[in-house]
């Protein structure tokens, strides 16, 4: 799959992701260094653990290089889990969760689709 139809079937921002970036091949390359990163890994050992700090930094940073590489979905569902552990709510972190690990396993399904030629 090639980078547009990436983000039209992620229903990402590829054009803000270029504008914040610089190029198409800088967006790739980050997309490709996005699906190598441990920060999905820190968050998930965070919440099993139930350490809200530690899983606010976590997913603050998700929040962060999704709105960066324009992963839309990603980053509204990572926002909101930013938002109920900031306040420290595990509760409602806990219910939020599955939608931010759904949209980071979609995100690096997508990425690792991506064609090698680019």
């Given at each position: 799959m090639n980078l547009e139809k990436l983000y039209q079937e992620m229903g990402g921002d590829m054009?803000?992701?270029?504008?914040?970036l610089g190029s198409i091949?800088?967006?790739e390359r980050f997309l490709r260094?996005?699906?190598g990163d441990d920060t999905f890994a820190m968050l998930e050992a965070a919440m099993s653990a139930g350490d809200d700090r530690r899983a606010f930094?976590?997913?603050h940073?998700?929040?962060g290089l999704a709105a960066n590489l324009g992963l839309?979905?990603?980053?509204?569902?990572?926002?909101?889990?930013?938002?109920?552990?900031r306040g420290s709510n595990m509760?409602?972190?806990?219910?939020?969760?599955?939608?931010?690990?759904a949209a980071y396993r979609q995100a690096c399904a997508a990425i690792g689709e991506l064609?090698?030629?680019a």
């Open positions: 054009a803000d992701a270029v504008r914040r091949a800088a967006v260094m996005f699906a930094r976590a997913a940073t998700l929040k839309v979905q990603l980053g509204q569902a990572a926002s909101a889990l930013t938002e109920a552990l509760q409602r972190a806990s219910a939020l969760y599955p939608e931010t690990a064609d090698t030629d």
